[in-house]
T-cell receptor
């Protein structure tokens, strides 16, 4: 059973546009929601993360929107650049020692010049 | 901060041999490390959770006698693929937990010929 559902599977955006990736979860015990960026042949790198006590978090061009009642969260990339072309994974976990991360299926983002 | 290294980055081995992959947290101590496997264009599949000084916890379907995990110190975990077969060829990624966050290594590309 997929604990975290992610969409879309792939996304093509024009340079300067907004990229939006959505995730949904079922387990209300989850209390930490990170987003990772992965380039081909590399490990995932933490991009931004949010806890459910806030509805939005912004870091530079990256924003997480969080809807606790809908059990959904999304990543917005403003002013998308070709260098943002990568695979993005959302994840969810219940914090604590040894907490397991549940990953979404990933979104392949291509930003065209 | 929060840097995780893996060695080797790429390895080619013959069927039937064993190969060891090292995962190190360089600037923090990690009681818990995780090992993942990733197939092309797919998400991360958790293989096992490694706790310092104790036996690893393997996910369902992962052969513990084939994928030996040792977490002998707070900065080092190793994954040994024993009697490797071509179907073990994959991208193996480790992560180390620092507080509630997981920081990923750059991955190891294993090719079994």
């Amino acid at each position: 059973q997929q604990q975290v559902k992610q969409s879309p599977q792939s996304l093509i955006v024009q340079k300067g546009g907004i990229s939006i990736i959505n995730c949904a979860y079922e387990n209300t015990a989850f209390d930490y929601f990170p987003w990772y960026q992965q380039f081909p042949g590399k490990g995932p790198a933490l991009l931004i993360a949010i806890r459910p006590d806030v509805s939005e978090k912004k870091e530079g061009r990256f924003t997480i929107s969080f809807n606790k009642s809908a059990k959904q969260f999304s990543l917005h990339i403003m002013d998308s650049q070709p260098g943002d072309s990568a695979t993005y994974f959302c994840a969810a976990s219940r914090t604590g020692t040894g907490n397991q991360f549940y990953f979404g299926t990933g979104t392949s983002l291509t930003v065209i010049p | 901060g929060a840097v995780v290294s893996q060695h080797p980055s790429r390895v080619i081995c013959k069927s039937g041999t064993s190969v060891k992959i090292e995962c190190r947290s360089l600037d923090f101590q990690a009681t818990t490390m995780f090992w993942y496997r990733q197939f092309p264009k797919q998400s991360l599949m958790l293989m096992a959770t490694s706790n310092e000084g104790s036996k690893a916890t393997y996910e369902q379907g992962v052969e513990k006698d084939k994928f030996l995990i040792n977490h002998a110190s707070l900065t080092l975990s190793t994954l040994t693929v024993t009697s490797a077969h071509p179907e073990d060829s994959s991208f193996y990624i480790c992560s180390a937990q620092d507080n509630y966050e997981q920081y990923f290594g750059p991955g190891t590309r294993l090719t079994v010929t």
